[in-house]
């Protein structure tokens, strides 16, 4: 929105935010963030803010989120299909403190990127 809130709707277990999804919902993590751009891939997304943070969340699988797990933790039995494992997910957004100064990110299948401003990719 105009004043950085983020809101999400739709299916799925990356929302990042509490309900149902069937109608636009706050994603209260990110609130006093001023965000500037968000990108969504298949099963994941991800925020950039006015001060350059990069926040992601969703899918963890090959390491998509930047967060230094490229596996899904604790136990799982399933296949890699399965999306309803709540191991599989961070559902919160969450800070990628490795970066700085990021000016803009893109999500792609399973895999991110982010430039920051002096031109690093």
Request: with cysteine; net charge negative; proline share 2%.
């Amino acid at each position: 929105s105009k004043d950085g809130k983020v809101y999400t709707w739709g299916a799925g277990e990356a929302l990042g935010r509490e309900g149902n999804g069937k109608s636009p919902g706050l994603v209260s993590a990110l609130e006093g963030k001023q965000v500037e751009s968000v990108s969504c891939g298949p099963t994941h997304m991800l925020a950039v803010t006015k001060q350059g943070e990069l926040y992601a969340w969703g899918s963890k699988y090959e390491g998509a989120l930047g967060l230094g797990s490229r596996e899904r933790t604790g136990d799982y039995a399933g296949d890699e299909t399965d999306l309803q494992d709540d191991n599989y997910y961070v559902q919160t957004p969450t800070l990628v403190g490795t970066l700085a100064d990021v000016v803009d990110a893109k999500c792609g299948n399973s895999f991110s990127l982010a430039l920051t401003k002096d031109g690093k990719l």
